[in-house]
């Protein structure tokens, strides 16, 4: 299927999970990501969720990484440019949605791209060679394209991968590792 085709698939299918299902499911995720070797880094790169979207909440993933003592990374967006600018997350961080309803650091101490170990990727739909298909405006593509080539970039699905994304670009950057609620996926 194209990435179109797909992110209509996925929206709806999406739309279908109770607000339950979205909290049920995503501890799921992060139960699975536990046991990974995964790790022994140190800055890691979290998408905070939109609701309204019913996005895998990284609330779980959050914990088991201030459990670890890690780094955490989290960006805020600029639709103009579609460049993220990306923050160390502490106590004192300042969390405030945009006009996308993405919950952004207001500001905070910036963190360059090259500092990032471990990129937890939000997604639609991904494929079994490990592409994957966003909302289309290219924010990941570039951020990845980025950060240092042996960053571990990891996808975050409530569904299973599917055969094929047909229409792929030069510059999709490809996941090493997909987590969905039965599966690891390494690609
Ligand atoms: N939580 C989270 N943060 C993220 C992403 C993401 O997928 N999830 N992104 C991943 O790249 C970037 C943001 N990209 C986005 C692009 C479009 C829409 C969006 O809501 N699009 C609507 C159309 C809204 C409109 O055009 O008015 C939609 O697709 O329904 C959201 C995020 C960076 N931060
Ligand atoms: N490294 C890059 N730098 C600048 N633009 C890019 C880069 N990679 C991809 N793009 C552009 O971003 C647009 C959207 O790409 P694509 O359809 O793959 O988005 P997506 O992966 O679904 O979205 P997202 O990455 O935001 O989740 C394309 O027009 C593409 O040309």
């Not at 650091?105 to 060679?129: C, H, M, Q, R, T």
């Not at 909302?135 to 991968?161: H, M, R, T």
């Not at 229409?167 to 996926?185: A, E, K, N």
């Amino acid at each position: 299927m194209t990435k179109k085709e797909l992110r209509q698939k996925y929206k709806a299918l999406r739309k279908q999970l109770t607000d339950y299902e979205v909290e049920e499911y995503s501890l799921e995720i992060a139960n699975q990501l536990i046991h990974l070797d995964i790790w022994n880094r140190n800055f890691y790169h979290l998408f905070l969720p939109i609701e309204s979207q019913h996005e895998v909440d990284t609330e779980f993933i959050l914990q088991v990484l201030a459990g670890k003592d890690k780094d955490v990374v989290v960006s805020k967006s600029d639709f103009e440019t579609r460049e993220m600018t990306h923050f160390l997350l502490t106590d004192n961080t300042k969390i405030k949605k945009n006009e996308y309803d993405i919950p952004e650091p207001v500001d905070g101490l910036e963190v360059p791209v090259s500092k990032i170990d471990v990129v937890f990727v939000p997604l639609l739909a991904y494929d079994v060679n490990g592409n994957r298909v966003g909302y289309g405006k290219g924010f990941y593509d570039k951020f990845l394209s980025e950060c240092q080539p042996n960053v571990l970039k990891i996808g975050l699905s409530f569904f299973e991968a599917e055969e094929l994304i047909s229409d792929v670009l030069p510059t999709d950057i490809q996941l090493d590792i997909c987590v969905s609620l039965t599966t690891v996926y390494n690609f």
